[in-house]
């Protein structure tokens, strides 16, 4: 598994750095991808959004 330098920003094989010596604990976790996000907010919004609909539905 490929882990990653913070100090150099280059990909390292094994547990040490070979250009900077840093020992490097656990592989970058990969950043939530902004379209996910924004997926998720979506998703949220229309269910408040329903939520909302099925009350107003439900109290007439
Ligand atoms: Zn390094």
Same mark, same amino acid.
């Given at each position: 598994? =490929?882990k990653?330098c913070? =100090?150099?920003?280059?990909p390292v094989e094994g547990?040490?750095c070979? #250009?900077?010596?840093?020992?490097i604990?656990?592989? =970058? ?11 998720? #907010? ?5 269910? #408040?959004?329903? &939520?909302?609909? &099925?009350? #107003?539905? &439900? =109290?007439?």
């Open positions: 598994m =490929t990653w913070e =100090t150099c920003d280059r547990e040490v070979e #250009v900077c010596g840093n020992p604990g656990s592989p =970058t976790p990969e950043p939530m991808p902004l379209r996910w996000k924004f997926f998720v #907010v979506a998703t949220a919004i229309y269910l #408040v959004w329903r &939520l909302y609909q &099925l009350i #107003v539905w &439900l =109290t007439h």
